[in-house]
């Protein structure tokens, strides 16, 4: 029977550390002995409206957290030791949470609901706990039932729907938790708990209304009582309803039409008249329909003669009234807005639908916004001044360069003179503004730009003078300047237009990022970021020697950080910000000196210098190994070739702590990234670390811990790890090949109806045939026949994916590239095999046809290869 655990459970939360260190030992020790009783116990607590409400709260807490949890092989894990509990205790189990749901202490009531729902979660996809719904509409159907009884049975619909997929109800079911939820809903029947519960928990259920959506009757109901929810006297029943239309508009666009005019109704009076969190739920029902339209004009091909939108053109018919409406929302600005990026009010959501307007109508909503523009932006309030340009930014983006071009033209000075605006919060948009315009209107290497030789200088003065404002405004202006140099990427000589500002330009931003001001703001990175941006867009040709100026400086402000005196742990994440900012410069100073052979002297000057401060980084962060400085390395095993060999001996341990680095994968992920360009730089002089390496990399690879997204970059590295050592390869085969064998059939299992695994799989296929050609390419001139037992079962897959439609660009050239180095490598030891293969034919002509010329040439070059043979 359960164990009486109400003392542990208190002592667990006492103030004195002694008896709460023994009292979570004991709790510890009882969930190790005993884990089905362990539950059992912690349910029937929770249960028991006899006990005091701190033990219960906590045995609710420990029950929901034994059941879930965040990381996914944890998940896995409590889920098996669910399974695994004998079937008469889990029953005794839910017993007792379903009981709990009609206990008289709401926080009780609410645990219970979320613990039956973690529960459901586990059982109901494997077809376990069929007669849940049942009970908890048992709850709802009966008259005399409690109010607080109903409500909890919502939440709890409402969370099981949120933890099930819509596939693991039958239609009967949903219909059924469809009606208490929308009978929930009713004002006649029911008091504000009751309905608040049944609004949120139709938000949870509408995914799995797609049947119902689809029959009018059934469709006008639900709308009807959504529509009248939205009108309720409580604030937050208003808000539920209208997040449940968001929702809809979302997921049930096409079906809207005939409610239209009522929504328009309800939103527009929630906009001008509501409290602010249901006013910002209306806006963003608008921002829900813009995103629709934007989705369904992007898959509007010419090509296959549609002449008409085949959307419904909701926003285009609102404009003459809904474009008003936003208008006016940007003049609700609260007083220091502008101080904090996370603050989400009124005017800013009414300015980022603004923008989604402009990107589904394009043209149309000029008109509609420049009056307003006109009329507010000389306005003694600053309001007036800043609504004004906000919406004159917000539309930057959607309508033709012809139709903004003439309007940029003439605004773009008045532009520069509001930089000196009396108002922070004008100045701050101005900003944003400027930054939109050379983002999207300034871009010499396409011919068009709003910026002229003539203005230029003036532009350049002006960011530099207002990087020195308030931190909140240099941030923006960090942006502009970005936007501006990006654009003279790629411009041929119209990129020399800004090299005579160069050094002032890096001097400012240098200045900036040492601001002390900032607190908490992102000004710092934002310089840097902006710095990188201005070295990687320069010619290198006119600015070489100022980039070289740069790299003492940089590499001294590196060397400054080691000695930040580090007290606290704010400290510590602190002086790990910078130095991650300041190798990303190095990084990118790196990769523009190396470059060119003339510049790339200066790189193998101070390597030795900047490989000994990253060696330094790696220390400070004992228990991460930094990206940045990863990627630092990289950049400068490129520039430095054969001649990084001298610094393998110390780089090595953090090499492999990098690889190691399972909590952090994305560090794991760029550390292969590393090896691969180190073997690049090396060739067979990274003999010595392979042994290594390879251990490392083969234990990733059996890894069910590590992030699946590291794993195709692993064998990509193998085939990097081939071409550098050649014949020495031969001893990793037994166990890499193995590996990408199992992957191939893994790929070939794949779920195809979820992008993100289609995505994967490219990734994964794409990487096998890459380790596949380099290891051959590797093994060519001196031991082919070492990979003559593979050579089949290759074939067999590059024919999979051959027939595969969803392969993408990338996969194809490298199994075509692949299917090359085997008929190079091999030669006429895989004369039977091709002859058995009618596929590649078929394969190699769908390539020679294609209209990237990569693909073609490489493809060309494979059927030489495969004649050859023939």
């Given at each position: 029977?359960?164990?009486?655990?109400?003392?542990?459970?208190?002592?667990?939360?006492?103030?004195?550390?002694?008896?709460?260190?023994?009292?979570?030992?004991?709790?510890?020790?009882?969930?190790?002995?005993?884990?089905?009783?362990?539950?059992?116990?912690?349910?029937?607590?929770?249960?028991?409206?006899?006990?005091?409400?701190?033990?219960?709260?906590?045995?609710?807490?420990?029950?929901?957290?034994?059941?879930?949890?965040?990381?996914?092989?944890?998940?896995?894990?409590?889920?098996?030791?669910?399974?695994?509990?004998?079937?008469?205790?889990?029953?005794?189990?839910?017993?007792?949470?379903?009981?709990?749901?009609?206990?008289?202490?709401?926080?009780?009531?609410?645990?219970?609901?979320?613990?039956?729902?973690?529960?459901?979660?586990?059982?109901?996809?494997?077809?376990?706990?069929?007669?849940?719904?049942?009970?908890?509409?048992?709850?709802?159907?009966?008259?005399?039932?409690?109010?607080?009884?109903?409500?909890?049975?919502?939440?709890?619909?409402?969370?099981?729907?949120?933890?099930?997929?819509?596939?693991?109800?039958?239609?009967?079911?949903?219909?059924?938790?469809?009606?208490?939820?929308?009978?929930?809903?009713?004002?006649?029947?029911?008091?504000?708990?009751?309905?608040?519960?049944?609004?949120?928990?139709?938000?949870?259920?509408?995914?799995?209304?797609?049947?119902?959506?689809?029959?009018?009757?059934?469709?006008?109901?639900?709308?009807?009582?959504?529509?009248?929810?939205?009108?309720?006297?409580?604030?937050?029943?208003?808000?539920?309803?209208?997040?449940?239309?968001?929702?809809?508009?979302?997921?049930?666009?096409?079906?809207?039409?005939?409610?239209?005019?009522?929504?328009?109704?309800?939103?527009?009076?929630?906009?001008?008249?509501?409290?602010?969190?249901?006013?910002?739920?209306?806006?963003?029902?608008?921002?829900?329909?813009?995103?629709?339209?934007?989705?369904?004009?992007?898959?509007?091909?010419?090509?296959?003669?549609?002449?008409g939108p085949p959307h419904s053109g909701?926003?285009?018919?609102?404009?003459?009234?809904?474009?008003?409406?936003?208008?006016?929302?940007?003049?609700?600005?609260?007083?220091?807005?502008?101080?904090?990026?996370?603050?989400?009010?009124?005017?800013?959501?009414?300015?980022?639908?603004?923008?989604?307007?402009?990107?589904?109508?394009?043209?149309?909503i000029v008109p509609l916004v420049m009056?307003?523009?006109?009329?507010?932006?000389?306005?003694?309030?600053?309001?007036?001044?800043?609504?004004?340009?906000?919406?004159?930014?917000?539309?930057?983006?959607?309508?033709?360069?012809?139709?903004?071009?003439?309007?940029?033209?003439?605004?773009?000075?008045?532009?520069?003179?509001?930089?000196?605006?009396?108002?922070?919060?004008?100045?701050?948009?101005?900003?944003?503004?400027?930054?939109?315009?050379?983002?999207?209107?300034?871009?010499?290497?396409?011919?068009?730009?709003?910026?002229?030789?003539?203005?230029?200088?003036?532009?350049?003065?002006?960011?530099?003078?207002?990087?020195?404002?308030?931190?909140?405004?240099?941030?923006?202006?960090?942006?502009?300047?970005?936007?501006?140099?990006?654009?003279?990427?790629?411009?041929?000589?119209?990129?020399?237009?800004?090299?005579?500002?160069?050094?002032?330009?890096?001097?400012?931003?240098?200045?900036?990022?040492?601001?002390?001001?900032?607190?908490?703001?992102?000004?710092?990175?934002?310089?840097?970021?902006?710095?990188?941006?201005?070295?990687?867009?320069?010619?290198?040709?006119?600015?070489?020697?100022?980039?070289?100026?740069?790299?003492?400086?940089?590499?001294?402000?590196?060397?400054?950080?080691?000695?930040?005196?580090?007290?606290?742990?704010?400290?510590?994440?602190?002086?790990?910000?910078?130095?991650?900012?300041?190798?990303?410069?190095?990084?990118?100073?790196?990769?523009?000196?190396?470059?060119?052979?003339?510049?790339?002297?200066?790189?193998?000057?101070?390597?030795?210098?900047?490989?000994?401060?990253?060696?330094?980084?790696?220390?400070?962060?004992?228990?991460?190994?930094?990206?940045?400085?990863?990627?630092?390395?990289?950049?400068?095993?490129?520039?430095?070739?054969?001649?990084?060999?001298?610094?393998?001996?110390?780089?090595?341990?953090?090499?492999?702590?990098?690889?190691?680095?399972?909590?952090?994968?994305?560090?794991?992920?760029?550390?292969?990234?590393?090896?691969?360009?180190?073997?690049?730089?090396?060739?067979?002089?990274?003999?010595?670390?392979?042994?290594?390496?390879?251990?490392?990399?083969?234990?990733?690879?059996?890894?069910?811990?590590?992030?699946?997204?590291?794993?195709?970059?692993?064998?990509?590295?193998?085939?990097?790890?081939?071409?550098?050592?050649?014949?020495?390869?031969?001893?990793?085969?037994?166990?890499?090949?193995?590996?990408?064998?199992?992957?191939?059939?893994?790929?070939?299992?794949?779920?195809?109806?979820?992008?993100?695994?289609?995505?994967?799989?490219?990734q994964l296929r794409r990487s096998i045939?890459?380790?596949?050609?380099?290891?051959?390419?590797?093994?060519?001139?001196?031991?082919?026949?070492?990979?003559?037992?593979?050579?089949?079962?290759?074939?067999?897959?590059?024919?999979?994916?051959?027939?595969?439609?969803?392969?993408?660009?990338?996969?194809?050239?490298?199994?075509?590239?692949?299917?090359?180095?085997?008929?190079?490598?091999?030669?006429?030891?895989?004369?039977?095999?091709?002859?058995?293969?009618?596929?590649?034919?078929?394969?190699?002509?769908?390539?020679?046809?294609?209209?990237?010329?990569?693909?073609?040439?490489?493809?060309?070059?494979?059927?030489?290869?495969?004649?050859?043979?023939?």
């Amino acid at each position: 029977m359960a164990m009486e655990i109400t003392q542990f459970l208190l002592a667990a939360q006492s103030a004195d550390a002694k008896v709460r260190t023994e009292a979570e030992a004991s709790l510890r020790q009882f969930q190790e002995q005993n884990m089905p009783v362990f539950l059992l116990s912690l349910s029937v607590e929770l249960s028991n409206d006899d006990k005091p409400v701190e033990s219960r709260r906590l045995a609710g807490i420990v029950l929901k957290n034994s059941l879930d949890a965040k990381d996914a092989i944890r998940k896995e894990q409590l889920v098996q030791q669910w399974m695994a509990i004998d079937i008469s205790i889990k029953s005794q189990i839910k017993d007792s949470l379903l009981r709990t749901l009609g206990s008289s202490v709401p926080e009780a009531r609410h645990t219970a609901a979320q613990v039956i729902a973690k529960i459901a979660s586990i059982e109901i996809p494997r077809k376990q706990w069929p007669e849940l719904i049942g009970s908890l509409l048992n709850n709802m159907t009966q008259k005399d039932k409690p109010a607080a009884l109903k409500q909890a049975t919502l939440e709890a619909l409402g969370y099981v729907c949120e933890e099930i997929s819509h596939q693991d109800l039958v239609q009967d079911e949903v219909n059924a938790v469809l009606t208490a939820v929308v009978q929930g809903m009713n004002l006649a029947e029911h008091g504000p708990e009751v309905r608040l519960a049944a609004t949120k928990a139709l938000y949870n259920a509408l995914e799995f209304a797609q049947t119902n959506f689809e029959n009018e009757m059934e469709r006008n109901y639900i709308m009807k009582v959504v529509c009248d929810t939205a009108m309720s006297k409580e604030v937050e029943i208003r808000q539920a309803a209208f997040e449940c239309l968001v929702a809809i508009a979302s997921a049930y666009y096409e079906v809207l039409e005939p409610y239209m005019q009522t929504l328009f109704q309800l939103t527009s009076n929630a906009v001008k008249g509501d409290e602010e969190t249901v006013a910002l739920q209306a806006i963003e029902f608008w921002s829900s329909i813009c995103d629709e339209e934007i989705e369904l004009q992007e898959f509007e091909s010419p090509e296959s003669g549609d002449s008409g939108p085949p959307h419904s053109g909701f926003i285009e018919k609102a404009l003459p009234s809904l474009v008003p409406l936003l208008l006016e929302t940007l003049l609700k600005q609260e007083e220091d807005q502008d101080q904090d990026d996370t603050i989400w009010n009124i005017s800013m959501a009414g300015g980022t639908c603004l923008g989604l307007v402009a990107r589904t109508v394009g043209d149309a909503i000029v008109p509609l916004v420049m009056p307003f523009v006109e009329s507010n932006i000389l306005k003694p309030d600053w309001r007036c001044r800043e609504a004004a340009t906000y919406a004159f930014g917000s539309i930057l983006e959607g309508p033709t360069v012809e139709k903004l071009s003439p309007l940029v033209q003439a605004g773009l000075d008045f532009l520069l003179n509001a930089m000196k605006d009396g108002n922070n919060h004008v100045k701050d948009t101005t900003a944003w503004t400027l930054s939109r315009i050379f983002e999207l209107l300034h871009s010499p290497a396409s011919g068009f730009s709003i910026i002229s030789p003539e203005n230029l200088k003036r532009v350049v003065g002006v960011l530099l003078e207002s990087i020195k404002d308030a931190p909140n405004v240099a941030e923006k202006v960090c942006g502009a300047i970005y936007y501006l140099v990006q654009g003279y990427e790629d411009a041929g000589p119209s990129a020399s237009l800004w090299s005579p500002y160069l050094t002032d330009i890096i001097s400012c931003l240098i200045s900036t990022a040492d601001r002390t001001d900032g607190g908490d703001s992102k000004l710092r990175s934002s310089a840097y970021e902006t710095l990188n941006e201005v070295v990687r867009c320069s010619n290198i040709a006119e600015t070489s020697s100022i980039i070289a100026q740069l790299l003492p400086v940089i590499m001294n402000k590196l060397g400054q950080t080691m000695d930040i005196q580090i007290v606290s742990s704010d400290d510590r994440e602190k002086q790990g910000d910078l130095q991650a900012s300041l190798c990303g410069v190095l990084q990118v100073i790196i990769q523009k000196l190396s470059s060119t052979d003339e510049t790339k002297t200066i790189i193998l000057q101070a390597a030795d210098q900047i490989m000994l401060l990253f060696l330094k980084v790696f220390g400070c962060r004992s228990s991460t190994v930094h990206e940045e400085a990863m990627l630092a390395i990289g950049a400068l095993a490129y520039a430095t070739g054969s001649q990084f060999e001298k610094y393998m001996p110390e780089f090595y341990k953090y090499l492999e702590m990098g690889l190691q680095n399972f909590e952090e994968y994305q560090v794991c992920g760029i550390t292969v990234g590393v090896v691969g360009d180190i073997c690049r730089a090396l060739d067979d002089k990274v003999l010595p670390y392979c042994d290594g390496i390879m251990g490392l990399l083969l234990k990733d690879l059996a890894s069910s811990e590590l992030h699946r997204s590291v794993k195709p970059p692993i064998f990509s590295c193998f085939g990097d790890i081939a071409l550098a050592i050649g014949e020495h390869f031969e001893k990793y085969v037994p166990y890499a090949l193995p590996m990408m064998q199992g992957a191939a059939e893994i790929c070939a299992k794949m779920e195809t109806a979820d992008e993100e695994m289609v995505d994967y799989g490219n990734q994964l296929r794409r990487s096998i045939f890459e380790a596949y050609s380099g290891i051959l390419q590797g093994f060519k001139t001196v031991k082919p026949d070492v990979m003559l037992p593979y050579a089949q079962h290759l074939l067999k897959f590059i024919e999979l994916v051959s027939r595969d439609n969803q392969r993408d660009e990338s996969v194809t050239k490298a199994a075509v590239a692949v299917m090359g180095d085997l008929a190079d490598a091999l030669g006429s030891n895989i004369k039977l095999l091709l002859k058995d293969c009618l596929f590649y034919d078929e394969f190699l002509c769908e390539c020679l046809r294609s209209d990237d010329e990569q693909l073609k040439e490489t493809a060309g070059w494979t059927q030489g290869m495969i004649q050859r043979v023939m």
